[in-house]
């Protein structure tokens, strides 16, 4: 994630602070200074250690399935935990996301006693000057795990709620299908939320939180129903199969030319059977910019991607993809380079198969 950097890893995974986060940090930081009291800035330190410790308790259970987690990044919103792949394991899914709430819910107590036994000890100690209570401090951060716990438990998505009601629906119907009571559900549940908030307690707050599940409710039943578009697809019916190559001897004039003569924006740099790297519309008008065109496409392309087979599940392939990831795959069969793929053509692909779908559907019912 751009913006963020690394401040600590746990359990071998990076927990990184995101800059917006800080900046809500030192803003809560500041306003308790210029009060002379530091109660609040304490309170939101552990509220967010909390936060870490919730996507931790998801991320172990992960690893145990064999998941691999990338990172943990704390935003002003909450925190992030990546993984590789979510698992389709219904019973594995509803560890992993039941894990999150459950080391709330046993925070929540631990800081009940530990307030117990700070409150009546801390009396008249001389650091009160900058702070309320550690006691106060201490219930609050009880009653804060209280509520983040039960408010994941939500059955919408993106809350962990609604991965559980999925994975528990998930037990006895088609995962797709699962998904997709689960979302409906969720978007219900938003809707009233946001009705809550307009009619009864004319909260911006609510309505902000009721929009945030929508959205997220929407875009997992669209990840869902991408997946089972594509799933036993192979990269060979989603390539490219007409496209042109360049070589590392020739000019970006030539490039030039072959980027306006077709829709084609990236280009595999071939030599013999080998792809040596690739050259994309993005890096081409970069070198453009700033050097010109006659340079050779040796000195500006860039390394290709791992090449993947023809026979290749599609579904294994679109990952990389991503925000940040590749923009186009050489497709590499016995006989060298036969394809391309793309991510305009994977996109292309899943609207035709999801139209077929729809058809398909159609004349069935
Ligand atoms: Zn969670």
Redesign the pocket.
């Known amino acids: 994630m751009p913006w963020s950097f690394q401040i600590a890893r746990a359990f071998g995974i990076p927990i990184r602070l995101h800059v917006t986060f800080l900046l809500l940090l030192g803003w809560i930081a500041f306003a308790g200074i210029s009060r002379g009291d530091l109660t609040q800035t304490l309170v939101a330190l552990g509220l967010f250690t909390c936060v870490v410790a ?2 931790l308790g ?1 991320s172990v259970v992960a690893q145990r399935y064999g998941v691999h987690v990338v990172d943990i990044t704390l935003l002003p919103i909450g925190g992030v935990a990546r993984m590789a792949a979510v698992p389709k394991d219904p019973h594995q899914e509803f560890w992993i996301s039941i894990a ?2 459950l080391v709330n819910f046993a925070l929540a107590p631990l800081f009940m006693i530990l307030h117990q036994i700070v409150e009546p000890a801390s009396g008249g100690l001389p650091w009160m000057a900058v702070l309320a209570s550690p006691g106060w401090v201490l219930l609050k951060l009880a009653m804060l795990n209280l509520s983040l716990g039960l408010f ?1 438990l939500i059955p919408a998505f993106p809350m ?1 709620g609604g991965r559980i009601l999925r994975a528990l629906l998930a037990q006895r119907m088609p995962y797709e299908r699962a998904t997709r009571y689960a979302t409906g559900l969720g978007q219900f549940l938003a809707f009233l939320l946001a009705l809550v908030g307009l009619l009864l307690q004319s909260s911006p707050m609510l309505v902000f939180v009721a929009l945030f599940i929508f959205i997220g409710a929407g875009e997992e039943g669209v990840r869902v129903q991408t997946h089972a578009v594509i799933e036993g697809a192979a990269v060979r019916e989603a390539m490219v199969t007409t496209y042109v190559t360049l070589r590392r001897g020739d000019t970006l004039n030539t490039a030039v030319e072959l980027l306006l003569a077709g829709a084609q924006q990236d280009f595999p740099v071939v030599e013999g059977d080998d792809v040596v790297g690739v050259l994309t519309r993005r890096r081409l008008l970069e070198v453009l910019s700033h050097q010109g065109n006659d340079r050779y496409v040796s000195e500006v392309m860039e390394p290709a991607p791992e090449p993947v087979g023809p026979e290749e599940p599609l579904e294994d392939v679109m990952d990389q993809f991503g925000p940040g990831g590749v923009g186009v795959i050489p497709v590499v069969g016995p006989d060298g380079l036969c394809g391309l793929l793309t991510k305009e053509n994977a996109v292309e692909f899943i609207l035709v198969r999801a139209a077929l779908r729809r058809n398909q559907e159609r004349t069935a019912a």
Do not use: A, S
């Open positions: 919730h996507e998801h999150g709430p994941n962990d």
